[in-house]
């Protein structure tokens, strides 16, 4: 089965014995393979080429099937007719009370009840995480994987030294509950071709920030190969295929590519918290997530932020056609973004933002195989370096001239039952502040997510009786609260009465 998925989506294959120049026969079947998917021109300069270059793209192609490519090329370039707006906005419904539930109105009891039995499960050895961090950081001016990204803060800690602290810390807050010695909460660090590499040396150099590091796995997410307009692959080089990553819905088949999904078979794992690496904000293996989804028995739980306003630019997560779904901005009429809640009529009908934070019962990516071909491939048109297969010139275009295929996490909502969804929506001040622009864009930026973890910082303290004084004239006020302290805000009873001059990070109690 694996050797199948790696030719629907290609696994980066790791640098060792260099492959062996293909013999005459094997080589032709290959090139009759590609010439009957009219993609010959793939073999354009391969007489040119080293024994050890032949071999590497010989290697390269024969993980790709191009009748395969070309199919889901023509699926994503021509989807099935779309429905009208009227009918589409018919077909939009928020998802019903049974399925959500919001910690902004919830009873405390139930919030307790949440985080209580979810904090059990962590004790147990039956919560795992797995982050989503292909990306780069390069609109932040930065060619390295974004969870190296330091935000600014009084600590300079990276995006991924955050998120382990809060790893770490919730192991802790569970074996104080339990009385253990030892709970381990898996960490599964899905990168990209570009990513990994250097992820990999960004958690040696950092001693995996305080987590053990067999119980931190990095794998790789699969590419696909890039595509002109006219529909042919592209190379990168004379003796390279241009590719890409397949999106972060290609977290389905990288599960099994990399063993990952047997490996948390063999660790007992029941309950899956799956996130973005750039939400600084973000509450891994968040108990009160995973006692909710828990309680409800789901094979997909998902957080939502409350949308700001009817024209923000967010996917929103809803009923399409019956069925659990995202429905992107720019497919929602005016009317229907402006639509108010006929049941609270201060708020807008549709207001569950996504922000990829997603829980997942083990039992459910045991199917991923029943499910996973019938997954949606997208369109992304792209300025993508290649050369010109007829002359071996290099191209740098100044406009798009092709495409990347990519496949988005929530595809695989509409393909479940509404009963095993629900939605948690949470406040967006104390959980999602996500890093996507270039310092001083002002939304989305360094400075509004080294803002929003001060400001929250301040509010853990001050509800503390802790006393906050900043310096207003150097550009910086509130407090770092570092998660090996607190991980939503406990434990700070220490702080009643002092004064803390801000910007300060709090490292230890003291």
């Not at 300069?45 to 793209?57: I, M, N, R």
């Not at 898996?186 to 987590?211: C, I, N």
């Not at 002109?228 to 004379?238: H, M, Q, R, V």
Request: one cysteine or more.
């Amino acid at each position: 089965m694996n050797s199948m998925l790696e030719k629907l989506h290609l696994s980066s294959k790791d640098e060792g014995v260099p492959a062996k120049e293909p013999d005459e026969q094997d080589l032709k079947k290959l090139q009759e393979q590609y010439q009957k998917a009219n993609q010959g021109h793939v073999f354009a300069f391969y007489d040119e080429l080293s024994a050890v270059q032949k071999a590497g793209l010989y290697d390269q192609l024969s993980s790709i099937d191009p009748n395969h490519i070309n199919e889901i090329t023509q699926k994503a370039l021509h989807p099935a007719d779309k429905e009208s707006e009227g009918e589409f906005a018919n077909l939009l419904k928020p998802l019903p009370e049974s399925a959500v539930a919001s910690i902004l109105d919830s009873k405390t009891e139930d919030i307790e009840s949440w985080y209580s039995s979810g904090l059990d499960l962590v004790a147990e050895g039956k919560v795992a995480v797995v982050l989503m961090a292909g990306g780069q950081g390069t609109r932040l001016g930065s060619s390295a994987p974004k969870g190296c990204f330091d935000i600014g803060l009084p600590s300079a800690k990276s995006l991924f030294q955050i998120q382990a602290e809060r790893i770490w810390k919730i192991q802790q807050l569970a074996r104080k509950k339990h009385g253990k010695k030892n709970v381990v909460v898996p960490w599964y660090v899905m990168t990209s071709g570009p990513t990994r590499k250097p992820t990999e040396a960004f958690f040696q150099e950092h001693d995996y920030f305080g987590l053990a590091k067999d119980d931190v796995t990095i794998f790789e997410q699969g590419v696909l190969p890039c595509i002109s307009n006219e529909g042919k692959i592209l190379l990168e080089t004379k003796a390279k295929v241009a590719v890409a990553p397949d999106g972060n819905g290609g977290i389905y088949q990288a599960l099994l590519t990399s063993d990952v999904r047997t490996d948390m078979r063999k660790r007992g794992i029941e309950h899956i918290h799956a996130y973005c690496v750039d939400n600084c904000l973000v509450k891994v293996a968040d108990p009160v997530f995973i006692g909710f989804a828990a309680s409800k028995d789901v094979d997909i739980a998902t957080k939502v932020v409350r949308k700001r306003s009817a024209k923000e630019p967010v996917g929103l997560i809803l009923l399409k056609n019956g069925k659990p779904d995202v429905v992107e901005y720019s497919e929602i009429d005016e009317a229907t973004a402006e639509a108010m809640d006929a049941k609270q009529p201060d708020l807008l009908k549709f207001r569950a933002a996504n922000i990829v934070n997603h829980y997942y019962s083990f039992r459910f990516l045991e199917t991923i195989e029943e499910w996973v071909h019938q997954l949606p491939h997208h369109v992304a048109r792209k300025k993508i370096p290649c050369i010109n297969s007829e002359n071996g010139e290099t191209i740098k275009p100044e406009k798009p001239n092709g495409i990347k295929l990519e496949q988005f996490v929530f595809d695989v909502f509409p393909m479940l039952e509404l009963e095993k969804f629900a939605s948690m929506e949470v406040k967006r001040e104390d959980e999602f502040s996500p890093l996507k622009n270039a310092k001083g864009t002002g939304e989305d930026d360094p400075d509004t997510s080294r803002k929003d973890i001060l400001g929250q910082g301040t509010r853990w303290i001050k509800s503390y009786g802790g006393i906050v004084v900043s310096e207003e004239e150097i550009g910086q006020t509130g407090v770092e609260v570092s998660p090996r302290i607190s991980y939503g805000g406990e434990g700070l009873e220490f702080l009643k009465g002092k004064k803390i001059k801000a910007p300060a990070v709090l490292e230890r109690e003291e």
